[in-house]
């Protein structure tokens, strides 16, 4: 089975970032069996100064396989469907 790596970039505090969290949560545990394993990290733009110029305006910001999946708000249909064909 592959493994799908997924990156939640915001910092402490950010309302955004922690429904974001949810969001990547809730798809996670309802995927199906057959779907790929989800490896989830998160990076923090206040320990980063790279990350914070890049992406300060934009957090919170999910990266499916390092590309830019989507920032400030996730739509959990379209979160799933990416994860589903991201192999």
Same mark, same amino acid.
């Not at 089975?1 to 915001?10: C, N, R």
């Not at 069996?33 to 490896?39: G, I, K, L």
């Given at each position: 089975? $592959?493994?799908? $790596? /997924?990156? /939640?970039?915001?910092k402490p505090g950010c309302h955004l970032? #922690? #429904?974001?969290? !949810?969001?990547?949560?809730?798809?996670? #545990?309802d995927l199906p069996?057959? +779907?790929? !394993?989800? +490896?989830v990290t998160e990076e923090d733009i206040l320990q980063d100064a790279a990350l914070h110029a890049k992406y300060v305006e934009e957090?919170? *910001? *999910? /990266?499916? !396989?390092?590309?830019?999946h989507t920032y400030w708000r *996730? #739509?959990? +249909?379209? /979160?799933?469907?990416a994860l589903l !064909?991201?192999?």
């Open positions: 089975m $592959s493994t799908v $790596s /997924l990156t /939640l970039i915001g970032c #922690d #429904d974001a969290r !949810e969001v990547i949560r809730t798809v996670i #545990d069996a057959e +779907a790929p !394993e989800v +490896a957090i919170p *910001v *999910v /990266l499916i !396989e390092g590309r830019v *996730v #739509d959990p +249909a379209r /979160l799933r469907t !064909e991201a192999r």
